[in-house]
């Protein structure tokens, strides 16, 4: 199936006369007949569901969609996408380890690799995404267990050269994973350029319609856990009887590692209600995107025009810096737009509240069009350094384009530019 296909089919077959829509099962447990069948269940839990903190089988179909779209071996959704990032390094960092990440990744990140990981004794190290080669392999430690970058960053817009950035993660024995939440499994398959796990925010393009919040980890099963670096994966898990991840499930041991130990212990797993709505969402995700990059595309080149914009963000753009890059590794260069208004913040600011259809919120990669001051609001807790080492401005503004008619935004970007 293609990817139109797969956004529709993917994940639940039903069978004769069962529902045409995918059930919601709402049901924190699951019934046996004997004891001796639970116990059974204990042992192998990947086999049967048990109880809904860690699979339910409405969020297994969406798993299943969404790891069918990215190519992959198996998924696991969790809450949030801050909760999949989170879980994607603890499934294979503990404390006294280290992992490389670029820069240029989303705040919200940044402050969960800077701060909260910290707490926990894992080490987060910086890399610059121009730095040589020689210059990131010397960042790398003995401790040191992944390379960490966004397919398009949030918000600078940076593409990941997806060839650097995997050969130098494999050269030194670890997996490269990738946030892949702008460009979607729809843009890019992060695995078919290196990436061993992808994971997303299904807050943003996956779920579209703004109703709820999620992620999704996704494993390759490409990566060797076998090489010396990854014990955790490969000798017996106490917590589960002795079981050996990479002896009992192969190729989705880290996935099945993250929904044995990490989600039976943080519980961090979506209602069946929620994806349910998720899978709504995905349905036309397909179709949504190629929409998002074609109103994307005349936007941006709309604000490349005018003379308040100093300058504009937009890998689709031909003389944008990540240009070569999104040609690459893209089908699309995605719904999102970065703006530096002439004025800085002042003018930033007058810009935004003047828009009328253009609505001013915490969002991004919603089915409305949206607007948001990265420096005042979603990066406000990131230092004047860090603002720049996430490539932010004052006069910066992401701009979301969503779904309405491409006329419409662009009357309203008009008379907003106009207001300064
Ligand atoms: C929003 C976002 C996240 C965090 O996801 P939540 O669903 O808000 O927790 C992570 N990465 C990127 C690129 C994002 O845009």
Redesign the pocket.
């Given at each position: 199936m293609r990817d139109e296909t797969k956004c529709l089919h993917s994940g639940y077959t039903p069978k004769n006369s069962e529902p045409r829509v995918l059930p919601i099962v709402q049901s924190t447990t699951y019934v046996y007949d004997s004891t001796e069948e639970v116990a059974s269940v204990f042992d192998e839990p990947t086999k049967s569901l048990i109880y809904s903190r860690f699979a339910n089988p409405t969020v297994m179909a969406v798993e299943e969609k969404i790891a069918e779209l990215e190519g992959g071996v198996g998924a696991m959704c969790t809450t949030?996408?801050?909760?999949?990032?989170l879980l994607s390094i603890l499934n294979i960092c503990n404390a006294g380890d280290s992992f490389i990440s670029l820069t240029e990744?989303?705040g919200?990140?940044v402050n969960l690799f800077s701060y909260t990981l910290k707490k926990l004794g894992i080490e987060c190290i910086y890399v610059d995404k121009n730095a040589s080669e020689e210059e990131i392999n010397k960042a790398f430690k003995e401790n040191t267990k992944a390379v960490f970058g966004?397919t398009i960053?949030?918000p600078a817009l940076s593409v990941l050269d997806f060839e650097k950035f995997s050969k130098i993660a494999h050269n030194n024995g670890v997996p490269l994973i990738v946030?892949n939440?702008?460009a979607t499994p729809v843009l890019c398959k992060p695995f078919e350029h290196g990436a061993d796990i992808v994971?997303h925010?299904?807050?943003?393009y996956m779920d579209g319609h703004a109703v709820q919040?999620?992620?999704v980890i996704v494993d390759s099963g490409n990566f060797d856990w076998t090489n010396g670096k990854f014990p955790e994966l490969v000798e017996p898990d106490e917590s589960y009887h002795g079981i050996s991840y990479v002896e009992s499930y192969g190729k989705a041991a880290y996935i099945v590692k993250a929904r044995m130990q990490l989600m039976r212990d943080f519980g961090c797993y979506p209602a069946a209600h929620s994806a349910f709505l998720l899978n709504l969402g995905l349905e036309t995700l397909a179709i949504r995107m190629k929409q998002y990059c074609e109103n994307a595309t005349a936007v941006a080149k709309y604000f490349e025009k005018s003379d308040k914009i100093e300058s504009v963000t937009y890998p689709g753009l031909e003389n944008d810096e990540n240009y070569e890059l999104a040609k690459k590794y893209l089908k699309g260069a995605s719904g999102v737009i970065s703006l530096n208004i002439k004025g800085g913040r002042e003018n930033a600011i007058k810009f935004m509240d003047a828009l009328k259809l253009a609505s001013n919120e915490v969002h991004?990669?919603d089915i409305r069009t949206c607007v948001l001051h990265p420096a005042s609001e979603t990066h406000r807790q990131l230092t004047d350094e860090q603002l720049i080492a996430a490539g932010i401005e004052g006069g910066m503004v992401r701009f979301s384009v969503g779904l309405e008619n491409i006329d419409d935004i662009i009357e309203d970007i008009e008379q907003a530019l106009n207001a300064i």
């Open positions: 949030s996408g801050q909760a999949a990032t990744i989303y919200g990140t966004e960053a949030n946030d939440t702008f994971i925010s299904t807050t943003k919040v999620g992620g991004v990669a």
